[in-house]
């Protein structure tokens, strides 16, 4: 193995959560997915241990979203009660409001953005992208640039968005 | 040079620029006003957006050593294509059961995949005292303790066995009868120590448990049809899987049924105790297939639905709601 997988663990883990955490908006979930995604590095033992997680775990969190989304379905088709809101402590509810502001802003975003984004966010290099996304390494400043403006942009939309409809 | 384009600038900020590329920049933003706001206007851009993706960032824990994170990826490849699929699913009063699968309105207090799952979690973390482990198991899941829930499902399935076929099975009419078993699974209530599973402590008592399996629709009307199923022969149960089904030892066998629609596969109904457990066994060969078939879909999609299961030997034991710990133990170690 050309880079000590023990070493990128030390410095990747916690990127490679904070990756998968965009992704699935379950930090436990979010652990869990990372600590698999190394375990399997373990056993591959992937020449590009960086590069292989990020994929890895990208298709894991899709492969999540995929299930959970049949988990809704099943859900709705079963559940008799409608799912009611449990009202939060004010200090989580605004914490939890803006998370859920960039978590829309996020969605808003097209998925070749977003994931740009995620992966900068992740602390990957511009190179490290471009074999990832499969974009030129060229592309990775404007699409980064895009990007940022794009989730600036719609979260400070649906900030007043809500304003408005709170008025 | 040109002005500098808002994606040279990301770079140039990023340090991700070629330091003759650097240069240049440099060289132009000296003597470009206009190209100097923007790279400020970038600069802010980048910063708020980093602000903003960190409103949206997990807590930060310390990574389990990674030693402990032990997967038995080599080894469940090995094992899936040899084993034949047994599926025991045990629910406490499983004649509301039934009925709560039947006619999901009409009953109040139906506990779904979404809050069974943190209890699940938890209990799989308490029981996992084994090697076959999924591998993540960390420190801070030992402070997970049993939840305290009365409500109880579990469900158990794959064991390994040779393969071997029996095609004449397959084409054989299921005979038709029906049979209801209800009873309570022994379910004491333990003190209630939750703390990572709190969220889904109300799953109350007398709440029927669906799996958490690949396909949640499939399953429900493989449940709900169990219940239905034509009760088959000894015989015809050991024609359709090509071999002898799998029981809980030293306890009798109750019902075999098959299913209908898919004629390789049965069920074996237990009691154990006071509960009645369902063993949903396949035939091997068709196990075989859906191994290959999730293999083929690629090594990520191969497990993500396998997160709530624990293996006891070659035994795969799925849980997918609450049970108290004396009747997880009982049941673990009737298994064993």
Same mark, same amino acid.
């Given at each position: 193995?050309?880079?000590?997988?023990?070493?990128?663990?030390?410095?990747?883990?916690?990127?490679?959560?904070?990756?998968?955490? #965009? *992704?699935?908006?379950?930090?436990?979930?979010?652990?869990?997915?990372?600590q698999e995604?190394?375990a399997?590095?373990?056993?591959?033992?992937?020449?590009?241990?960086?590069?292989?997680?990020?994929?890895?775990?990208?298709?894991?969190?899709?492969?999540?979203?995929?299930?959970?989304?049949?988990?809704?379905?099943?859900?709705?088709?079963? *559940?008799?009660?409608?799912?009611?809101?449990?009202?939060?402590?004010?200090?989580?509810?605004?914490?939890?409001?803006?998370?859920?502001?960039?978590?829309?802003?996020?969605?808003?975003?097209?998925?070749?953005?977003?994931?740009?984004?995620?992966?900068?966010?992740?602390?990957?290099? %511009?190179?490290?992208?471009?074999?990832?996304?499969?974009?030129?390494?060229?592309?990775?400043?404007?699409?980064?640039?895009?990007?940022?403006?794009?989730?600036?942009?719609?979260?400070?939309?649906?900030?007043?968005?809500?304003?408005?409809?709170?008025? | 040079?040109?002005?500098?384009?808002?994606?040279?600038?990301?770079?140039?900020?990023?340090?991700?620029?070629?330091?003759?590329?650097?240069?240049?920049?440099?060289?132009?933003?000296?003597?470009?006003?206009?190209?100097?706001?923007?790279?400020?206007?970038?600069?802010?851009?980048?910063?708020?957006?980093?602000?903003?993706?960190?409103?949206?960032?997990?807590?930060?824990?310390?990574?389990?050593?990674?030693?402990t994170l032990r997967r038995p990826t080599?080894?469940?490849?090995?094992?899936?294509?040899?084993?034949?699929?047994?599926? @025991?699913?045990?629910?406490?009063?499983?004649?509301?059961? &039934?009925?709560?699968?039947? #006619?999901?309105?009409?009953?109040?207090?139906?506990?779904?995949?979404?809050?069974? &799952?943190?209890?699940?979690?938890?209990?799989?973390?308490?029981?996992?005292?084994?090697? %076959?482990s999924q591998g993540r198991a960390?420190?801070?899941?030992?402070?997970?303790?049993?939840?305290?829930?009365?409500?109880?499902?579990?469900?158990?399935?794959?064991?390994?066995?040779?393969?071997?076929? $029996?095609?004449?099975?397959?084409?054989?009419?299921?005979? &038709?009868?029906?049979?209801?078993?209800?009873?309570?699974?022994?379910?004491?209530? $333990?003190?209630?120590?939750?703390?990572?599973?709190?969220?889904?402590?109300?799953?109350?008592?007398?709440?029927?448990?669906?799996?958490?399996?690949?396909?949640?629709?499939?399953?429900?009307?493989?449940?709900?049809? $169990?219940?239905?199923?034509? @009760?088959?022969?000894? *015989?015809?149960?050991?024609?359709?899987?090509?071999?002898?089904?799998?029981?809980?030892?030293?306890?009798?066998?109750?019902?075999?049924?098959?299913?209908?629609?898919?004629? $390789?596969?049965?069920? &074996?109904?237990?009691?154990?105790?006071?509960?009645?457990?369902?063993?949903?066994?396949?035939?091997?060969?068709?196990?075989?297939?859906?191994?290959?078939?999730?293999?083929?879909?690629?090594?990520?999609?191969?497990?993500?639905?396998?997160?709530?299961?624990? %293996?006891?030997?070659?035994?795969? @034991?799925? @849980?997918?709601?609450?049970?108290?710990?004396?009747?997880?133990?009982?049941?673990?170690?009737?298994?064993?």
């Amino acid at each position: 193995m050309p880079e000590d997988l023990a070493d990128v663990y030390r410095t990747t883990y916690t990127a490679l959560v904070r990756f998968l955490y #965009r *992704k699935v908006w379950d930090a436990e979930r979010a652990e869990d997915l990372a600590q698999e995604a190394f375990a399997r590095a373990l056993v591959h033992k992937p020449d590009n241990p960086r590069g292989w997680l990020f994929v890895v775990a990208a298709n894991m969190a899709r492969d999540e979203a995929r299930r959970q989304a049949r988990e809704r379905r099943h859900l709705t088709l079963l *559940k008799n009660e409608p799912e009611r809101a449990t009202p939060a402590p004010d200090e989580a509810l605004s914490a939890d409001l803006e998370r859920a502001r960039v978590r829309k802003a996020l969605d808003d975003l097209s998925p070749r953005d977003r994931e740009v984004l995620l992966l900068w966010d992740a602390g990957q290099s %511009y190179d490290e992208i471009a074999s990832q996304s499969g974009l030129a390494k060229g592309a990775i400043g404007t699409t980064l640039a895009r990007a940022r403006r794009r989730l600036v942009e719609a979260f400070e939309k649906g900030s007043e968005a809500e304003h408005v409809a709170r008025r | 040079m040109s002005h500098v384009d808002d994606g040279t600038l990301d770079a140039y900020l990023d340090g991700e620029l070629t330091p003759v590329e650097r240069e240049r920049t440099d060289a132009h933003l000296a003597g470009c006003e206009a190209c100097r706001a923007r790279l400020q206007e970038e600069r802010t851009l980048i910063e708020r957006a980093g602000r903003l993706l960190g409103l949206a960032a997990p807590p930060e824990h310390a990574a389990p050593p990674l030693h402990t994170l032990r997967r038995p990826t080599g080894r469940r490849r090995f094992m899936i294509p040899l084993a034949w699929a047994a599926t @025991i699913a045990l629910a406490s009063g499983t004649g509301w059961y &039934v009925r709560g699968l039947q #006619r999901p309105a009409a009953t109040p207090t139906e506990t779904f995949v979404d809050t069974t &799952v943190p209890v699940a979690l938890a209990q799989s973390r308490a029981i996992d005292s084994e090697g %076959y482990s999924q591998g993540r198991a960390e420190s801070r899941r030992d402070e997970a303790k049993l939840p305290a829930s009365a409500a109880s499902g579990l469900a158990l399935r794959e064991r390994t066995a040779p393969a071997a076929g $029996s095609e004449r099975a397959q084409t054989e009419p299921p005979t &038709v009868a029906t049979g209801k078993v209800a009873s309570q699974l022994a379910a004491e209530p $333990s003190p209630p120590t939750l703390r990572g599973a709190a969220a889904a402590a109300p799953a109350a008592a007398d709440n029927a448990i669906v799996l958490t399996r690949p396909d949640p629709l499939k399953d429900l009307a493989i449940h709900r049809m $169990s219940t239905t199923w034509p @009760i088959i022969e000894p *015989k015809r149960a050991r024609d359709l899987l090509g071999e002898e089904p799998a029981v809980i030892p030293g306890y009798p066998v109750h019902t075999l049924r098959s299913n209908p629609a898919v004629l $390789s596969e049965i069920v &074996v109904e237990q009691v154990v105790d006071s509960g009645v457990v369902l063993l949903f066994e396949r035939r091997s060969d068709q196990v075989v297939r859906d191994a290959r078939r999730r293999a083929l879909a690629g090594s990520a999609a191969t497990d993500s639905n396998e997160r709530l299961a624990r %293996y006891v030997r070659s035994l795969r @034991i799925e @849980i997918a709601g609450a049970l108290t710990a004396d009747s997880l133990s009982k049941l673990l170690g009737l298994i064993r």
